[in-house]
């Protein structure tokens, strides 16, 4: 089990920015693929953004493709999502989760509020 740790969140306005970053234990990191997922209240969890192990190949949901950004610093086993002229249906809580062998694992989530 991959342990999890994600920040960044906060509150911002309509048209801001934010960078959430995703730490994560093991020593094979490289090997995990990484991914961004959100969650409203009584909302299943969506898919946000999804990069391989090497950070060559990144997918996106098509409601952030142009204004998020996922990478990783695998020197650092930390993986970010920055976050570009966000709007207030951005507003979640947002999730880090690795794919490694089979299996996932999430982190605790972070809250990004994005007020009108």
């Known amino acids: 089990q991959v342990q999890l740790v994600e920040s960044g969140g906060g509150l911002v306005q309509a048209g801001g920015s934010l960078r959430l970053s995703c730490v994560a234990s093991?020593?094979?990191?490289?090997?995990?693929?990484m991914a961004w997922f959100r969650q409203a209240p009584e909302k299943e969890r969506e898919f946000v953004a999804t990069?391989?192990?090497?950070?060559?190949?990144?997918n996106y949901a098509d409601s952030v493709k142009g204004r998020f950004t996922i990478s990783r610093d695998n020197a650092k086993n930390t993986a970010y999502l920055q976050m570009n002229s966000l709007k207030p249906e951005d507003t979640d809580v947002y999730y880090c989760?690795?794919?490694?062998?089979?299996?996932?694992?999430w982190g605790q989530g972070t809250q990004v509020t994005v007020s009108s």
């Open positions: 093991g020593r094979t990191f490289n090997r995990y693929t």
């Open positions: 990069i391989s192990w090497g950070g060559g190949i990144t």
């Open positions: 989760a690795a794919d490694v062998h089979g299996s996932r694992s």
